[in-house]
C-alpha cells in the first residue's frame, strides 16, 4: 500500500475483543501504514487471584499468532489442567483460562505486585510475543463494566460467560470511569492519527467503556482525522455477541441505521454490509458518508481485504490515491 499525498498514515483502531481483533488482524497485515490499537480493559476481573484481561488478550493473542482460530480468543492447543486442579480444590471455573493463558495472567498479576502499570505490562507482553503494533491502553486505572438485571447489578464476565447474556439488562455502568485518567498514550496516539476507525466492536459494551474514560472522547471529537466506524451488526444482527439485545435494551434500534445514529456525533464516515443497503440514505440523511461492503470476516483474506477497502475509501474521501488497495 502506498499513498500519494499522506506517506505511512497513521492509523488508530478502537477495538474490543473478537470483532476487534478481526479488523486488528486485517489493518496488521498491510504494509506502508502506522497501526496503533486503543483497547478495551473494562471487561476486566480478577479470577483465581489473577488480574485477566479478555479484550486486550484476545488481540494480543490474535496479533501474535496464537490464538484458537476456531473461538477467535483464548490460545490454541490449550490444556486445562490448572484449572481441572481449581475445580477440584473446590473452586468456581465457569470461566475458561487454558494452561498457557493462565502463564500470561501469573505474568501480569506478578507485574502488577511488582508496581508496573498496566500499559506497561500490555507493551510488555506484545513486545515478547513478537507484536510490532502498539497495543495502547486507554487509562491506567481499573474501570469495569456492570450491568444491572433483576438480581442487581453484576461485573460483565459474569454476564458474559457465566450468565451468557441470559438476564435482561436494566442499565450498564463503567465503574471507576469518572474518576479514571487517560493515558498519554492514548490521547498522543488520537491526536497524531490521520484515520481513526471504530472496529466492528460492540459499541456499548466494548466501544463506550472506552469512550467513557475522561478526555477520550474530546480528543477524539478535537482530532483532526477522519473518524470511521464499521458495523457490528449485519442484517440486523450481530456475527456473535449480545450486540442487539443490549442495543435494544439501552433504548437503541439494533440495526445499521442505530449504529450509525449511536457514533454520529463522533464520526464522518460509516460502513455497512450490502445486505443493509435499505439503511444508507437513512444514514446519509444524517450527514455521515456510507459506503456498503462485505463486512463479514471469515479468513484471513476477509480481514486483509476489508482492511484495504477501509482504507481505500478513506484515500478517496480524502482526495489521494491509494493505487495498491484493491489488491
Ligand atoms: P468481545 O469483547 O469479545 O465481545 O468482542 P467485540 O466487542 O470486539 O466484538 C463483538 C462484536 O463483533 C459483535 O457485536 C459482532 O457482531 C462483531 N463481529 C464479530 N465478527 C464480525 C465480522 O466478521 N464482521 C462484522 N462486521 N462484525 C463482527
Redesign the pocket.
Known amino acids: 500500500m502506498s499513498y500519494v499525498s499522506v506517506e505511512k498514515p497513521n492509523i488508530l483502531l478502537l477495538?474490543?475483543?473478537?470483532?476487534?481483533?478481526?479488523m486488528a488482524e486485517g489493518l496488521a497485515a498491510i504494509e506502508g501504514i502506522t497501526l496503533s490499537i486503543l483497547g478495551?480493559i473494562a471487561?476486566d476481573q480478577i479470577f483465581h487471584g489473577l488480574w485477566v484481561s479478555?479484550?486486550i488478550d484476545?488481540l494480543t493473542y490474535s496479533l501474535s499468532g496464537l490464538v484458537n482460530r476456531d473461538q477467535?480468543?483464548g490460545l490454541a492447543n490449550e490444556g486445562s489442567r490448572a484449572l481441572d486442579m481449581l475445580k477440584q480444590l473446590g473452586n468456581d471455573t465457569w470461566m475458561f483460562l487454558g494452561d498457557r493463558d493462565f502463564g500470561l495472567h501469573i505474568h501480569r498479576s506478578n507485574r502488577l505486585k511488582q508496581g508496573y502499570s498496566r500499559s506497561q505490562i500490555t507493551s510488555e507482553i506484545a513486545h515478547a510475543l513478537g507484536i510490532g503494533t502498539p497495543l495502547i491502553l486507554p487509562t491506567d486505572d481499573v474501570v469495569q463494566t456492570r450491568l444491572k438485571t433483576k438480581d442487581g447489578w453484576i461485573l460483565f464476565q459474569d454476564y458474559?460467560v457465566r450468565q451468557k447474556c441470559a438476564p435482561e439488562v436494566l442499565d450498564i455502568h463503567f465503574e471507576g470511569a469518572d474518576q479514571a485518567h487517560p493515558t498519554s498514550k492514548a490521547l498522543k496516539a488520537i491526536s497524531e492519527a490521520d484515520l481513526i476507525i471504530i472496529?466492528?466492536?460492540?459499541?456499548i459494551?466494548?466501544?463506550a467503556p472506552i469512550l467513557s474514560i475522561p478526555g477520550i472522547r474530546d480528543a477524539l471529537t478535537a482530532s483532526k482525522a477522519t473518524i470511521l466506524a464499521?458495523?457490528?451488526?449485519?442484517g440486523g444482527?450481530?456475527?456473535?455477541?449480545?450486540?442487539?439485545k443490549v442495543m435494544k435494551a439501552m433504548g437503541l434500534e439494533a440495526s445499521a441505521t442505530g449504529i450509525a445514529r449511536y457514533y454520529r456525533d463522533l464520526i464522518d464516515q460509516i460502513v455497512i454490509?450490502h445486505q443493509d443497503q435499505a439503511s444508507k440514505a437513512e444514514i446519509e440523511a444524517m450527514g455521515l458518508v456510507c459506503s456498503l461492503d462485505d463486512?463479514?470476516?471469515?479468513t484471513r483474506q476477509?480481514?486483509i481485504r476489508?482492511a484495504h477497502a477501509l482504507l481505500a475509501n478513506h484515500a478517496a474521501f480524502n482526495g489521494f490515491s491509494c493505487p495498491e488497495a484493491a489488491q
Open positions: 477495538a474490543g475483543g473478537v470483532g476487534g481483533a478481526k478495551n471487561d479478555p479484550d484476545t477467535g480468543w458474559f472496529a466492528p466492536s460492540n459499541p459494551l466494548s466501544i464499521l458495523s457490528p451488526l449485519i444482527k450481530p456475527v456473535k455477541g449480545p450486540a442487539d454490509d463486512i463479514l470476516m471469515c476477509d480481514k476489508l
